[in-house]
């Protein structure tokens, strides 16, 4: 069988009515196989002003708004119009993306049909509750999430330590890496600006920590802010560029009111940001895969960053970056303060990471994910 004949039913529970890494990387997979001439068919919540212009043909699922959180959606059901839908699309593969109800009943849909399923496992969906004070309800996240992924004839993990962590799990049998790559058109390092970046208040003589990401609680944000009150109390000098939006902003600027915050960047401007940081400073623990490390090592920009299953494998320890244990304060502020002091040993950091990031090619990797499905369809076929 060849790429140009699968025809594939994605189900996201977020496509591309929020941008957010996982909702991207799907993106970048639907561009690719619909130009080695597969077809394509997404089903997910729309909303009337999405983040961005989706790749393929989008069927819009029923959904409501998350309580407390609006922005994001919650699919309903596998309405009896998206069924006559996937009748009349006829897939020889499901793909699903996140765990939600309309995804189980499209696995339930594909079971009758005899098609196979792959779930893309973008993000650790557990990990969330502590950052709700909901951390005794852990086990039964995992439990609930188990009853779907062993439903999967196989799985795809960002990284290889957050396939691991799905086998210890006994999530699936079968569990592969489905990487992530890098638009090296907007994240290299000839998009850094100096002049820019003083233009907007930054001194050329005090070192630059960036985060980029969304404003929201499980990216870190306590973690990032106790590290440079730490910073702060050791009187190393430092100035901070925080590259987002989200939910969280107000609370956030509260907690670091020295920063400067650049809201959402996108296309050049983003890249500018990125390269015009001297480090980033990535706290989270929840990202199968890291996708503003990687973006940031492509800009040769060091990254000090929680030793967690999205960096792990990705950073290297002092070699790209620093990898520090998740929420210890003290040991986050040594990293920075160690590039703070040190800038040509963050500049060498920077380089080596520049020289990894060019492994990471969006088609190859997409690619993999290309093979599994026909892989699966092989075993559909002589089973």
């Not at 793909?95 to 696995?107: C, K, L, M, N, W």
């Not at 509750?129 to 004839?153: I, N, T």
């Not at 079968?174 to 058109?185: A, K, P, S, Y």
Request: aromatic residues 10%; hydrophobic residues 40%; charged residues 20%.
């Amino acid at each position: 069988m060849q790429v140009n004949e699968l025809k594939i039913a994605l189900f996201s529970g977020n496509y591309n009515y929020v941008r957010d890494g996982a909702n991207k990387a799907l993106n970048k997979l639907v561009e690719y196989l619909l130009r080695m001439g597969a077809q394509v068919r997404v089903y997910s919540p729309t909303v009337d002003n999405p983040a961005f212009e989706p790749m393929g043909d989008l069927i819009s699922v029923p959904s409501f708004a998350i309580p407390g959180r609006p922005e994001y959606r919650i699919p309903l059901q596998l309405s009896n119009r998206i069924k006559e839908d996937l009748r009349e699309f006829s897939p020889n593969i499901v793909h699903i993306s996140s765990p939600d109800r309309v995804a189980r009943q499209a696995v339930k849909w594909a079971h009758s049909q005899n098609i196979p399923v792959l779930c893309s496992v973008h993000t650790r969906f557990e990990s969330y509750l502590q950052y709700y004070k909901l951390g005794l309800f852990e086990p039964v996240m995992v439990a609930w999430l188990r009853s779907l992924y062993r439903h999967c004839d196989a799985l795809v993990a960002p990284s290889e330590g957050f396939a691991e962590l799905l086998r210890s799990q006994h999530m699936n049998q079968d569990v592969g890496i489905w990487t992530r790559g890098v638009n090296r058109d907007v994240f290299n390092a000839s998009k850094r600006d100096m002049a820019w970046r003083k233009s907007i208040g930054f001194d050329d003589n005090i070192p630059v920590i960036g985060f980029l990401g969304r404003l929201v609680l499980e990216k870190g944000l306590d973690v990032f802010a106790e590290s440079l009150s730490e910073l702060g109390k050791r009187n190393i000098p430092h100035q901070v560029m925080i590259i987002g939006d989200g939910p969280a902003k107000n609370w956030f600027a509260e907690r670091v009111p020295h920063a400067n915050f650049l809201g959402f960047q996108g296309g050049h401007d983003l890249g500018r940001a990125v390269a015009s940081m001297d480090m980033l400073f990535n706290p989270s623990t929840t990202e199968g895969f890291s996708n503003v490390s990687l973006e940031t090592m492509a800009c040769a920009v060091p990254v000090i960053a929680a030793r967690a299953t999205g960096n792990v494998g990705l950073v290297q320890h002092n070699i790209t970056g620093q990898l520090v244990t998740p929420g210890n304060i003290p040991e986050f502020a040594d990293a920075l303060q160690h590039y703070c002091q040190n800038i040509e040993i963050s500049k060498l950091h920077g380089k080596a990471g520049e020289a990894l990031s060019l492994e990471y090619s969006w088609d190859s990797i997409n690619q993999v994910v290309a093979d599994k499905y026909i892989e699966l369809i092989g075993r559909h076929i002589t089973s």
